[in-house]
């Protein structure tokens, strides 16, 4: 039995294939060249969208010098922390969480390197929520679709942010598209991630996730498309194309007397 197929660790919602795809990697996350440049493009389009969403729900401006400050923001499925260090950067109190182990030291290593504190935790979301830990921003980014069980999954992020707090949680949606663009443009073509890093089955349309999102508690408010252009080389966003990478943002409401 391959690593692919591998049925999920008894009692949790982790697939040891998908962890050892990125394990694999791990000593790439910050190679700008590297299995994870396609990450590195679409990071400041990703970052742009996380703090927008975080600010307006908030009240920040995110200009300002340590705008996130008082403000708790996990990071599921940090890898190397491609958006911790912005998001400590910015003030807050930063959590990210990897099941991937060998992800956490190479994480740790390079926020020393760069005068940052973040608390990085082998661990997984559904321990933290186990735990009853709480926080105003949970990023859920590129994750949902590497999970056997996406509702169980989001049902134990839904725990995690506090009432009042948000959500920010993007995937790939499901259709002819994503399998040209994904699976045969990214891993056969450009190369530019190892082949059976995605599975098209495990891809969510919008619909779907909103679903599910919504029977977890949340309410989404935002969904939003990350587009590629091969002219300019370049991510930005769409408020209508969620054809193929798109992004949800949703809130908890506050329960009032």
Not at 6 to 29: H, R, V
Not at 203 to 223: N, S, Y
Request: hydrophobic residues 45%; proline residues 6%; aromatic residues 8%.
């Amino acid at each position: 039995m391959t690593s692919m197929q591998q049925s999920p660790t008894a009692g949790t919602n982790i697939d040891p294939g998908e962890i050892a795809k990125f394990e694999a990697m791990a000593s790439e996350w910050w190679d700008l060249n590297g299995k994870f440049k396609p990450l590195h493009m679409m990071n400041p389009c990703r970052l742009g969208y996380i703090v927008d969403q975080v600010a307006a729900e908030f009240g920040r401006d995110p200009s300002q010098p340590e705008a996130f400050k008082g403000l708790r923001i996990l990071d599921i499925g940090c890898g190397g922390g491609l958006l911790c260090e912005p998001m400590a950067r910015l003030g807050a109190t930063v959590v990210g969480v990897d099941p991937a182990e060998r992800n956490i030291p190479v994480a740790r290593i390079h926020a020393e390197r760069m005068g940052l504190e973040i608390d990085y935790r082998a661990a997984s979301a559904e321990a933290l929520a186990e735990a009853g830990e709480t926080f105003d921003a949970v990023l859920n980014m590129e994750v949902v679709e590497h999970v056997p069980d996406p509702a169980a999954y989001l049902g134990a992020c839904a725990r995690l942010v506090q009432p009042g707090g948000l959500m920010v949680c993007s995937t790939i949606n499901r259709n002819p598209k994503s399998f040209m663009m994904a699976i045969v443009g990214a891993e056969h073509v450009m190369r530019w991630l190892p082949k059976g890093t995605h599975e098209w089955s495990k891809f969510i349309t919008p619909d779907e996730l909103t679903t599910m999102i919504a029977a977890a508690g949340l309410e989404v408010v935002d969904r939003k498309g990350f587009v590629f252009n091969p002219v300019t080389w370049s991510w930005s966003i769409s408020a209508r194309d969620l054809s193929v990478n798109y992004v949800t943002c949703s809130v908890k409401r506050e329960v009032r007397g």
